[in-house]
């Protein structure tokens, strides 16, 4: 339920706001839908009549999260996810900003379409949303959409979501013409002649499974391929979704070479490996494909170094129809929106990342990448803010996420840590009870 926008005290937490590298304990005031001041001891004696004083003793408060990349089926497929399904999820997760892709139906490859998904998400959506803009007319990777005029209706980057523009002279001209509106590309990077009919990781494990494996490579050449397009053409260029050992040690060499390439990596790569499919687990089928403990490993590491600069869900949700089928068969895609931080924070718990690298990654890189106006705790800025209870035990229960499809790669995994509270433009909107 959404609350008045009074003011708001969250007292004696610890403050956690990596836009400054500020890790506190103390207050934070939010008032008229900004952030008014978070130091030590501000105290209910010295905010605004009628503030709401939230005491958050023994929890943290941080920066609502930014997902950088997930399918909401709006146009089109609003029996697998709708905008407002999509929100709730999103703020029972933490998730204050939620960026749409464009594949739906019809895809966001025009100015109407953007337009479209702006006006639903202001009537429908309890966060902010939005949405990219397709490269690629149709998704069809032939003919790049107007992307200056797609940027000024109001998309924040430019993908095909889930396809690769294979043809080398369209992504470069995508690449020259995006640079132009300084504009990011964002690219999903496998090449679908090597993916063949590939189902999951290639390697020993699918081979004793028995199921048809994806090489590495699929997303190696491909990637390596547009870094030799950014140095030729220029731009922004984003890899959206990096997964194993091989194409980061090309990210390092793009981002020494001082080429403006950056990259994100899903959740679901950096919490878990190909082992976790398990007995053909349909719910861990995903695109690309769960790797190995390595490249899991690997991942990790970056996300710490900084070297992969976002963290994102990957939501995508799947019905029953699309997932209860054999392995081969099933369509690929997991839920994420409701347990980005919560996965996240296992590898806090283990002490594999530090949170401030971690909330860094899931909410001031991507606004700073987008040019959002979020992801941060300083004065002025926008009240997103999440309240989270760091040690809270529990238990995924699919039946009660609030994403219309259930199709979550933790179905009833023990977690610890989750959101309690959630605010948007200095209204709460989800509360954990």
């Known amino acids: 339920m959404l609350s008045d926008r009074h003011p708001i005290l969250l007292a004696n937490a610890r403050i956690v706001d990596p836009s400054r590298d500020l890790d506190i304990v103390g207050d934070l005031l939010i008032a008229e839908g900004t952030i008014r001041e978070a130091k030590k001891g501000i105290g209910a004696a010295g905010v605004p009549e009628g503030t709401e004083v939230i005491d958050c003793r023994g929890k943290l408060v941080a920066p609502g999260l ?19 399904s999509a929100s709730q999820a999103a703020a029972a997760g933490g998730v204050t900003t939620v960026i749409c892709q464009p594949d739906t139906s019809p895809a966001i490859d025009n100015p109407a379409t953007v337009d479209y998904v702006l006006r639903r998400a202001r009537d429908n959506a309890i966060v902010h949303v939005h949405p990219m803009a397709a490269i690629t007319k149709g998704l069809e990777g032939k003919e790049m959409t107007e992307i200056g005029l797609l940027k000024a209706a109001g998309a924040v980057a430019f993908t095909d979501g889930a396809k690769s523009v294979a043809n080398a002279q369209v992504m470069r001209r995508a690449l020259t013409y995006a640079g132009d509106f300084d504009a990011m590309i964002v690219h999903h ?36 391929r547009d870094v030799r397009l950014v140095a030729l053409a220029g731009g922004r260029y984003h890899a959206a979704s990096v997964t194993c050992a091989d194409t980061l040690e090309v990210l390092r060499a793009a981002k020494d070479a001082g080429l403006s390439i950056t990259a994100s990596a899903s959740i679901n790569h950096v919490t878990l490996n190909e082992n976790d499919i398990g007995p053909y687990r349909t719910f861990l089928k995903l695109a690309p494909p769960l790797r190995m403990e390595d490249d899991r490993k690997a991942l990790v590491e970056a996300l710490r170094t900084g070297l992969v600069d976002v963290v994102m869900s990957d939501h995508n949700p799947q019905d029953v129809e699309t997932k209860r089928l054999p392995f081969a068969e099933a369509a690929p895609g997991a839920i994420g929106l409701e347990t980005m931080l919560t996965a996240g924070l296992r590898l ?9 690298a971690l909330l860094r990654a899931m909410s001031t890189r991507p606004a700073e990448l987008l040019g959002l106006p979020g992801g941060t705790l300083k004065n002025g800025a ?21 994403s219309k499809c259930k199709n979550t790669p933790f179905d009833e995994a023990r977690l610890t840590g989750r959101v ?12 954990y009870i």
């Open 66 to 84: 930014i997902d950088m990349r997930a399918f909401i089926g709006e146009p089109g497929e609003a029996s697998r996810e709708t905008l407002a």
């Open 189 to 224: 990077t496998e090449d679908p002649n090597l993916i063949g009919d590939g189902v999951m990781n290639e390697g020993e494990f699918a081979a004793r499974l028995g199921l048809l494996g994806i090489p590495k490579a699929a997303e190696t050449v491909m990637f390596e």
């Open 348 to 356: 806090v718990h283990s002490d594999e990342i530090d949170l401030m």
């Open 382 to 402: 926008p009240a997103d803010v999440i309240v989270v209870d760091m040690d809270l035990p529990w238990v995924l229960n699919p039946n009660d996420l609030k």
């Open 420 to 431: 309690v509270r959630t605010i948007v433009s200095g209204r709460t909107v989800y509360e």
